[in-house]
């Protein structure tokens, strides 16, 4: 089995029930805050990030995901403890996330000792494609 997807360990995504679309909605979501480029506020000590849904909806049209669908999947995850939410009504209302203590998981990586790479590359007759 592959281990990972969108940078997650599946093997967790399993245990929690995630499937790819979540995946790629938190992988748009960390690779988003990572860039300094996303609205934020600190609140209660923490810092959030604010996320359109639209923006997921527009950013990847190959999921074929309505807004109202990214919401339900975002309130999901956060029921899981791998998200964070608070709402922030000034001027509008708007959804601020940040990671939940159970996103860690999502990036612990077990390898197994018999599919390791010098398995791999001590097979000499390996015909690359």
């Given at each position: 089995?592959?281990?990972?997807?969108?940078?997650?360990?599946?093997?967790?995504?399993?245990?929690?029930?995630?499937?790819?679309?979540?995946?790629?909605?938190?992988?748009?979501?960390?690779?988003f805050?990572?860039?300094?480029?996303?609205?934020?506020?600190?609140l209660?000590?923490?810092?959030?990030?604010?996320?359109?849904?639209?923006?997921?909806?527009?950013?990847?049209?190959?999921?074929?995901?309505?807004?109202?669908?990214?919401?339900?999947?975002?309130?999901?995850?956060?029921?899981?403890?791998?998200?964070?939410?608070?709402?922030?009504?000034?001027?509008?209302?708007?959804?601020?996330?940040?990671?939940?203590?159970?996103?860690?998981?999502?990036?612990?990586?077990?390898?197994a000792?018999?599919?390791?790479?010098?398995?791999?590359?001590?097979?000499?007759?390996?015909?690359?494609?």
């Open positions: 089995m592959k281990f990972t997807m969108c940078g997650f360990s599946q093997q967790a995504a399993l245990e929690f029930g995630l499937d790819t679309t979540d995946l790629y909605i938190l992988r748009w979501i960390v690779d805050m990572k860039s300094g480029r996303m609205r934020a506020m600190t209660d000590g923490e810092r959030y990030y604010w996320v359109s849904y639209q923006g997921i909806v527009d950013d990847m049209p190959l999921l074929y995901i309505k807004k109202d669908a990214v919401y339900k999947r975002l309130r999901h995850i956060c029921d899981l403890g791998i998200l964070k939410k608070k709402t922030v009504c000034c001027g509008g209302k708007y959804s601020y996330y940040t990671l939940g203590d159970n996103f860690g998981e999502l990036c612990r990586f077990e390898t000792s018999s599919n390791n790479f010098d398995d791999i590359n001590s097979n000499q007759d390996m015909e690359y494609i």
